[in-house]
């Protein structure tokens, strides 16, 4: 190593090159500076590595096959011996090939406070996959329609900020049997098609609609109970979000 004297500053040279040297002065020592006009123009520094390409790049090691299905009570579907994640996972083992589908559903969340939990649960797990259903509690707890799409919008960008490169469909929110909250939830579901979901390019897995294609979807509920599918609506939901992401080209499924 050679050393040489600039202005009294050491510069470290090595082999001849200068090489990047941090500098701490002393308390009370004068540090002169000098500035001087660019003389001409420099040629842009080279390359050195070849940008790799798009398809080539690492984005997050996730777990091939690991879906994530995020959601409430109806994800969770505690009630069932059949949840919709388990239906989801047997679909996927039959027509896609071996696949793991977790069961993060928690009863009573709201979308409105459901950040920590979606992230912790991407975090934990680095699923390729995450569906997302939520919102009906919300539209119980008086949200606004709007509110409540907005919210759904957010936990798509935080699961995608929690694991980049991570493949997530959202559900709408299936319909309900309490006529003046169902309207609630379908003009929830209109602005997350038009507005919040669709500028997030998001698959959106139309389980209100699903619903609604069967007809007397009222039938396929639990006796009593306004929010909650039965055994045969919670697979309506698990075969609405497989078709969803067959159709999108996630899957190597068959129609």
């Known amino acids: 190593t050679e050393t040489a004297q600039s202005q009294g500053l050491p510069v470290q040279l090595t082999g001849g090159e200068p090489s990047i040297l941090w500098v701490t002065p002393e308390s009370g020592q004068k540090v002169p500076v000098r500035q001087e006009p660019l003389q001409e123009m420099r040629e842009p520094m080279p390359e050195i590595l070849p940008s790799a390409p798009e398809s080539d790049v690492l984005l997050w090691p996730h777990v091939p096959n690991r879906h994530l299905a995020h959601g409430d009570s109806i994800t969770y579907g505690g009630y069932s011996d059949v949840p919709y994640p388990m239906a989801l996972e047997q679909l996927l083992d039959t027509n896609s090939g071996p696949s793991e589908v977790i069961n993060w559903g928690l009863p009573g969340e709201r979308a409105m406070l459901a950040v920590a939990r979606l992230r912790e649960g991407v975090q934990t797990y680095t699923p390729e996959f995450v ?29 995608r900020a929690t694991v980049p490169g991570v493949k997530v469909v959202v559900g709408t929110i299936t319909p309900r049997k309490d006529e003046k909250k169902n309207e609630e939830v379908t003009a929830t579901n209109e602005m997350m098609k038009n507005k919040y979901i669709k500028r997030t390019g998001a698959p959106i897995a139309d389980t209100w609609q699903a619903f609604y294609d069967y007809g007397n979807w009222e039938e396929f509920y639990r006796v009593g109970d306004p929010l909650h599918p039965d055994s045969r609506g919670l697979a309506i939901i698990a075969n609405t979000f497989y078709q969803t992401m067959v159709d999108a080209g996630m899957l190597g499924g068959q129609q």
Do not use: C, K, S
């Open 131 to 159: 569906q997302i259903m939520e919102g009906t509690n919300d539209i119980t707890a008086d949200y606004d329609p709007d509110q409540t799409a907005f919210a759904v919008q957010l936990l798509v960008g935080d699961a």
